[in-house]
């Protein structure tokens, strides 16, 4: 190998039934005598907050509750949300929720500690080190945010979601409880579940990190495909094929909420040191013109940007396949990567993710608009196995519309 590359992660992971119980031991350890703690009425509601916080109370940590998370966080709650944590002062941070919650947490934190607005972090690693220390506790299974080095927010002026990439953003310690999973509605089961999924795919399908980085702007913290992210992503596929539909189909399932948060994690330590890439930036162009989750728009998406990864990532995909359930022994490989978009398809239908464009309501005429935003971020582009042009993303759009 000419190449190097790196393997990054939480400090700390402790996964399993009420690890979220950890919070105030972790918090304790590492000197952290005041936390904000960022959650949402819906977790508040599901009795979840209480779980994680009154624990906290009593072992005398001074805490402030803030339940100013919403789905896909805009800007007008990261100003929030910074505002009432400036006021509290806080030694650390807690991020209790989803993706959306974890990412608030992650942008809250980053602001408290450096200053600014969250526009100046925009892109890859522009931070200039170390946040308020955070805890994450994921609610979902999906996003990886907990182990990740991303965080990712809506603003209504850019008109595309903005992320940003540091090493500084992975959290101090993660704590997957899959108990607090069990709460989650189908249709979240589903979505965040998917984009796992996709985490994985995208990561095992990425350019190979010995052609990674790619010219100038060369500077990136994805690092393309190498052995460990791959070993990530299989399990989680692996996972994904086993406990995705069972969790949405059978939601107090313990086995296949465990096996869906163990997937979510895994896959966001795969994303989050190989990337992803046409899926997730053509998402988040599109998920500023229609109303969409970011895990239903990915789910919607994969098997078009796969399509387009055939001739370049057969074998990859044959394997998925199998990963996936299919018997492949018959096959050639050709017709076995096209059958692991066919089992994604599968999935996707059984989970109820739309599956066309049309069924958001997304406007037919803004398909080129949408694909010229989502070509310009360069960040996850350049992570595909073959290089998307401003045609072929239009392609894809008219195909999934
Ligand atoms: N930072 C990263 O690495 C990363 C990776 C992928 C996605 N994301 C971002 O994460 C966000 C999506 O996160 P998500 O898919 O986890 O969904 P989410 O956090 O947006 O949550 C969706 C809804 O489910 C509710 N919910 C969450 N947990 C619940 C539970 N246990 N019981 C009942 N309701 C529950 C929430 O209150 C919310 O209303 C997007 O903004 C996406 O861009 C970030
Ligand atoms: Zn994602």
């Not at 910074?82 to 992650?106: H, I, Q, Y």
Request: proline content about 6%; aromatic content about 4%.
């Amino acid at each position: 190998m000419r190449t190097i590359w790196s393997f990054g992660s939480a400090s700390q992971v402790f996964f399993g039934q009420n690890a979220s119980l950890r919070t105030g031991e972790m918090a304790q350890k590492h000197g952290l005598r005041k936390l904000f703690v960022i959650s949402d009425p819906i977790l508040d509601q599901a009795g979840i907050v209480k779980k994680v916080v009154d624990p906290l109370f009593s072992s005398g940590i001074d805490v402030a509750v803030h339940l100013g998370g919403e789905p896909e966080p805009s800007l007008a709650a990261i100003l929030k949300s910074v505002e009432a944590a400036r006021a509290f002062g806080p030694t650390g941070l807690v991020g209790l929720g989803g993706g959306s919650n974890m990412d608030l947490a992650k942008l809250t934190s980053k602001i408290l500690a450096h200053g600014g607005h969250p526009r100046d972090y925009t892109g890859d690693d522009r931070l200039p080190g170390p946040i308020v220390p955070l805890i994450c506790i994921p609610t979902t299974a999906g996003t990886g945010s907990e182990v990740s080095h991303a965080d990712v927010y809506t603003d209504p002026d850019a008109g595309i979601k903005i992320g940003s990439l540091s090493p500084f953003l992975r959290p101090l310690v993660a704590l997957v409880d899959p108990l607090l999973t069990l709460s989650c509605p189908p249709k979240v089961t589903a979505d965040s579940g998917i984009d796992a999924l996709t985490h994985a795919i995208e990561a095992f399908t990425a350019i190979s990190n010995e052609q990674f980085p790619l010219p100038e702007p060369g500077r990136s913290l994805y690092q393309g495909k190498n052995p460990m992210g791959d070993l990530m992503a299989e399990k989680t596929i692996r996972l994904v094929g086993k406990h995705l539909a069972q969790a949405v189909e059978k939601p107090l399932s313990m086995a296949d909420r465990e096996g869906m948060a163990l997937a979510a994690t895994l896959g966001g330590l795969a994303f989050s040191n190989v990337g992803v890439g046409a899926v997730h930036a053509l998402e988040y162009a599109i998920a500023t013109v229609v109303h969409v989750s970011h895990g239903a728009g990915n789910g919607l998406l994969l098997p078009f940007v796969l399509s387009e990864f055939v001739g370049v990532r057969a074998a990859e995909l044959g394997q998925i396949a199998t990963w996936l359930g299919v018997d492949t022994t018959q096959m050639d490989q050709d017709m076995a990567a096209k059958k692991a978009i066919d089992a994604i398809v599968t999935l996707r239908k059984r989970i109820g993710i739309p599956d066309r464009l049309r069924e958001l309501g997304f406007p037919r005429e803004k398909t080129a608009e949408v694909a010229a935003k989502a070509v310009a971020v360069e960040r996850i582009m350049r992570v595909t196995p073959r290089r998307l042009d401003l045609s072929d993303c239009i392609r894809i759009l008219e195909n999934a519309w």
